[in-house]
């Protein structure tokens, strides 16, 4: 069985900016996304987070300065301030302003119920959630494959933002459009290779 990446070796978020990796199904993006929030360790090599040896690194204190938004939200049981709760943000963190970041309107969302959002505002909820740490570095995992174009746009426009203060970006897409509008510098990978 061929390893889900071989031989790979890449520096990113170095530079800041946002970087995209792009490729078919089963190239190893999103393993590369796991590997680099901790939520698998590689079988063979080694990842580095700010030239130190990934596994030398505490996990949660990691996750806090490397966040991670999946390609399907995943919320918990509660309110949408429960979930922003869950990312542990400094004292003082205004969850309304996180939200507001993300398109959510505070006051109509602050207080619902996770379960009750629709695709779109779960995904943003998420967002929000990551942003809560006020990472170093976003991980993106196709976070707009399932929004509405309104979505999309806002996902982006924030995204953007985000690169332009500082926070490395990693995007995993399929869309070879949001590639070229987001993107500072493209991956491809294929079979587990970097091809471009």
Do not use: W
Request: net charge neutral; proline share 5%.
């Amino acid at each position: 069985m061929r390893p889900r990446l071989d031989r790979v070796s890449m520096a990113l978020g170095k530079d800041g900016g946002v970087t995209v990796l792009q490729g078919p199904s089963g190239s190893g993006k999103s393993t590369l996304l796991r590997l680099l929030n901790r939520l698998v360790a590689p079988d063979a090599g080694r990842v580095r987070y700010r030239g130190a040896d990934l596994a030398t690194h505490d996990v949660l204190a990691h996750r806090r300065e490397v966040g991670m938004v999946f390609q399907a939200p995943v919320l918990f049981p509660g309110t949408v301030a429960d979930n922003l709760a869950v990312a542990e943000p400094d004292e003082g963190t205004d969850l309304a302003a996180l939200l507001a970041r993300c398109g959510l309107a505070p006051e109509d969302f602050l207080e619902r119920e996770a379960a009750t959002l629709s695709g779109g505002e779960a995904q943003r909820a998420c967002l929000a959630r990551a942003l809560g740490t006020r990472p170093r570095v976003l991980l993106m995992d196709e976070p707009t494959s399932a929004l509405d174009a309104d979505a999309t746009a806002t996902i982006e426009a924030l995204t953007r933002r985000l690169a332009g203060e500082g926070v490395a970006i990693v995007l995993v897409t399929h869309d070879r459009a949001q590639a070229a509008r987001l993107g500072d510098r493209v991956i491809v990978l294929r079979e587990g290779r970097v091809a471009a």
